[in-house]
């Protein structure tokens, strides 16, 4: 899956810039990343938000237990890989058909939280139990919310093409030939969100998360990381 956001979106994560001029390396173009890719997983469905960005998708070589999924709902359109243990239970907490999928879930939790839920992102993230990782976007409001699940058990990397946009994918290599070293993992248990403050760790709220710098001789730039205070009691 790929997506792809431009800076009326997304603010540019600085750590990522840090990396790519640390190192430079070759980049392309937003458009140029999303028609590689539309190429390179025949048959595609690709989804263009005009200025704002694009969501592609297919069912190309994805494994067996992390399924792809599209959908778009209320100008909510959302991408979504992996799946979810506690799918039934939630669907019923969120009025929905037992027929309904992950990604149909994801939208429907979002609009709660956006709506009328009175508790954070993270507590809306912490209800979801299984592998995954999730973008999507808010058309009304140009939102983004991006997630992966605790353990990183559904890969998801981000990066910076070369005209400046932020760029999603499970596919590490796609995104190398537009990010170059701009180009990190996103971090397990961490979402992104450009209207609650950016990349936080929904299963440790209060942890701030860094980017720690690669080695030269790694594929990505940076690794961010969710940092940990240690309470010593003497």
Known sequence: ???????????????????????????????????????SAEPAVSMHLGDLGSLAYSH??????????????????????????????????????KGANEVLLVIEAYKTLRDRAPYPASFM?????????????????SSLLVASDPEGKVPLFWGITADACVAFSDDIDMLKGS????????????????????????ENPKNKVTAVPANEDEICGATFKVKIWLLIIS
């Open 179 to 202: 990010c170059g070293k701009s180009l990190a993992p996103f971090p397990q248990g961490c979402f992104y969100s450009n209207a609650l403050g950016g990349l936080k760790c929904y």
């Open 60 to 97: 190309t070589n994805q494994a067996l237990l992390r399924p792809r999924s599209f959908a778009a709902k209320d100008d909510i359109f959302c991408l979504f890989e992996g799946v979810l243990d506690n799918l039934g239970r939630l669907s019923q907490h969120y009025g929905l058909s």
């Open 1 to 39: 899956m790929l997506a792809v956001f431009s800076g009326a979106v997304v603010e540019v994560p600085a750590e990522l810039v840090a990396a790519g001029s640390r190192t430079p390396s070759p980049k392309t173009k937003a458009s140029e990343l999303v028609n590689r890719f539309l190429a």
């Open 125 to 141: 993230l912490a209800q979801l139990t299984g592998s995954y990782a999730f973008v999507l976007f808010d058309k009304s409001t």
